[in-house]
């Protein structure tokens, strides 16, 4: 079993509508939590940071963390075709620690 | 313009030969990694360094040689040895240590290696 899983996706929804995307993971000693993009043929880049549990909002994005249920969530609003792309969570035990990856969703917006 | 190179692009290599991947940044960051990403199973750590003339082991590191005699430099060498090269190869940098949280990592454009 992995550490941390993904949904592989695709994931397609029409343009306005509201993305949703999850990881589970089986380490509790995680804290550090991170979503990247990916867009095809490209490196990612860090979209959403979070630490511990809550939520954090950033523009059109907001990133939600249960470390209870050891599950952390992004959701796009107001999507856009520029935002088709995979999507990878990330996490950490601590700032020095290495990041352990989510197999990624791939996320395809339709105008 | 900051950022982090990797080159070639795409590369091939032929059985039973050693190829050289490159990895360059301008950041001045201290830290530097080396990725394998395979369809389906995210990014795997192969190699990375925290300071020049120092690397350490990753989780995949078999088949795999890295050096790093400059500040601004990380190539991988993908070996012989390493029986199922073909995958998607992401050079990262951060500021230092083994970034998560509030220390980003940035990753170059990736290098797709291909065996003929």
């Known amino acids: 079993q992995k550490e941390v899983e993904q949904d592989p996706g695709p994931l397609s929804v029409p343009e306005g509508a509201i993305v949703s995307l999850n990881c589970t993971y089986s380490?509790?000693?995680?804290?550090?939590f991170m979503w990247y993009r990916q867009y095809s043929r490209k490196g990612p880049e860090l979209l959403m940071y979070t630490y511990s549990s809550g939520n954090k909002e950033d523009g059109r994005f907001t990133a939600q963390v249960d470390k209870s249920s050891k599950y952390i969530s992004l959701f796009i609003r107001d999507s856009q075709p520029s935002d088709s792309a995979t999507y990878l969570c990330?996490?950490?035990?601590?700032?020095?620690?290495?990041?352990?990856f989510g197999g990624g969703t791939r996320v395809l917006v339709k105008p | 313009d900051g950022g982090i190179t990797q080159s070639p692009k795409y590369l091939f290599r032929k059985e039973g030969q050693n190829v050289t991947l490159s990895c360059e940044q301008n950041l001045n960051h201290d830290a530097m990694y080396w990725y394998r990403q395979d369809p389906g199973q995210g990014l795997r750590l192969i190699y990375y360094s925290q300071i020049v003339n120092d690397f350490q082991k990753g989780d995949i590191a078999e088949g795999y040689s890295v050096s790093r005699e400059k500040k601004e430099s990380f190539p991988l060498t993908v070996t012989s040895a390493q029986k199922n090269p073909t995958a998607f190869y992401l050079c990262?940098?951060?500021?230092?240590?083994?970034?998560?949280?509030?220390?980003?990592?940035?990753f170059g454009p990736g290098t797709r290696l291909l065996v003929l």
């Open positions: 990330a996490m950490s035990v601590s700032a020095g620690n290495k990041l352990t």
């Open positions: 990262a940098s951060s500021i230092q240590g083994l970034a998560g949280g509030r220390e980003t990592q940035y």
């Open positions: 380490n509790s000693a995680f804290q550090y």
